[in-house]
Each structure stands twice: as structure tokens, then as C-alpha cells.
Antibody
């Protein structure tokens, strides 16, 4: 049974860097059929794709966030990570990691999500 | 950028009702559309992909149709477990979600 679990600080100060890790269990992050993505949801609002990565390290980012986002993968730990720099209150959201079917398809399995609040 | 809209934003219905939600894209996305269900405090759950393909394990009362710029999600007979918010998502060019449709109890 595939499981994804987000982890990282729940509180980040403005202008600092948000860092989250997604640990994948019950499946290999090196599977050739899948990409691995990050999606966020501000409280009470809709969903926004942040970016995705293949196990080889190939990435795709949302153009509106690209200048601040870095997604990386650690195949030895079956994990992938998100860094979002220069955060503001507008980056307060529940952050989800997900398994994506192919390089440009839908999000098939999701983690439970983790709330990150940007506040001093 | 491809923008997605959904209507209605809120839908009040009763158990047993047939429910239809519409999703529109700002330009043609062929059939590159998915539907998700989200309950409060939970992650979205994939229901439909490629506009009309039912994800494994999803009840057959859910169905999707459409292509190009207009799509629909239909629940043939609403069940108590179906009260939730539904999102469409295009994956023709990057990934964009619709604003959601909340289905609540009438």
C-alpha cells in the first residue's frame, strides 16, 4: 500500500526558506512510471501545483513560483523535498506531496498534508 | 496559462439526487482533465482521469464526460459519503485546478 508522508517545520518566519520532505513507503520512488509532486492549499482556498520531479532529478515548476522553488530527490532514502524561499504570509498553506502518473498527468496518490504557517 | 472555472460553486442536494458539476477550461485541453473529491481536513482523492476514466476503487455512480473546453462530473445517486468539495484539474499544459464545487446537504 503506497503511502506518502510530509514532514517539516510547521512555522516559518517571513523572508526565510520553507523546507519540507516527503517520505514514500510501500513503493519505490525510482519507478519509471511516475513523477512526484508538491501541491499546496491555503486555508479555505483551492489547490495550486508547485512543482514535480522524476527520480532522475528532472523537474517541472509552476512558472508563477519557479524563481523561489527547488525540488530535489534522494533515492537512497525514498524521499523528495521542497524548498520555497523568501516566504510571505501568502505562502501559508497545507502542503501536500503526491505521486503523479507520468510527467504530465494527474495526481494519483496524496499524502495527508502538512500545515505550514508563515509568521514572525 | 490555462484557467479553470467550475459551476456551481455550491450545490445543495439530497441523498439519492443526480448531481452534475461543470468545469470549463479557458482553452482546449482535449481530454486531459481529472476530477478529485476532498473532504474537510483530508487530502484530495482522485475520482476520474482523462475526462471519463474511472479510477480503480471509485464507485460507478461517479462518471465524467466532455472534451475540449467543457466537462461534467455526474454522481448518479448521491450517497451520504459524497458530501464533499469537488475539484477539476487540467493537465494539458502544466497543472491547474478549478476553484471547487462544494456539495452540501439540502
Amino acid at each position: 500500500q503506497l503511502q506518502l508522508q510530509e514532514s517539516g517545520p510547521g512555522l516559518v518566519k517571513p523572508s526565510e526558506t520553507l523546507s519540507l520532505t516527503c517520505t514514500v513507503s510501500g513503493g519505490s520512488i525510482t519507478s519509471s512510471s511516475y513523477y512526484w509532486g508538491w501541491i499546496r492549499q491555503p486555508p479555505g482556498k483551492g489547490l495550486e501545483w508547485i512543482g514535480s520531479i522524476y527520480y532522475s532529478g528532472s523537474t517541472n515548476y509552476n512558472p508563477s513560483l519557479k524563481s523561489r522553488v527547488t525540488i530535489s530527490v534522494d533515492t537512497s532514502k525514498n524521499q523528495f523535498s521542497l524548498k520555497l524561499s523568501s516566504v510571505t504570509a501568502a505562502d501559508t498553506a497545507v502542503y501536500y506531496c503526491a505521486r503523479q502518473k507520468g510527467s504530465s498527468e494527474y495526481f494519483q496518490h496524496w499524502g495527508q498534508g502538512t500545515l505550514v504557517t508563515v509568521s514572525s | 496559462d490555462i484557467q479553470m472555472t467550475q459551476s456551481p460553486s455550491t450545490l445543495s442536494a439530497s441523498v439519492g439526487d443526480r448531481v452534475t458539476i461543470t468545469c470549463r477550461a479557458s482553452q482546449s485541453i482535449s481530454s486531459w482533465l481529472a476530477w478529485y473529491q476532498q473532504k474537510p481536513g483530508k487530502a484530495p482523492k482522485l475520482l476520474i482521469y482523462r475526462a471519463s476514466s474511472l479510477e480503480s476503487g471509485v464507485p460507478s455512480r461517479f462518471s465524467g464526460s466532455g472534451s475540449g473546453t467543457e466537462f461534467t462530473l455526474t454522481i448518479s445517486s448521491l450517497q451520504p459519503d459524497d458530501f464533499a468539495t469537488y475539484y477539476c484539474q487540467q493537465y494539458n499544459s502544466y497543472f491547474t485546478f478549478g476553484p471547487g464545487t462544494k456539495v452540501d446537504i439540502k
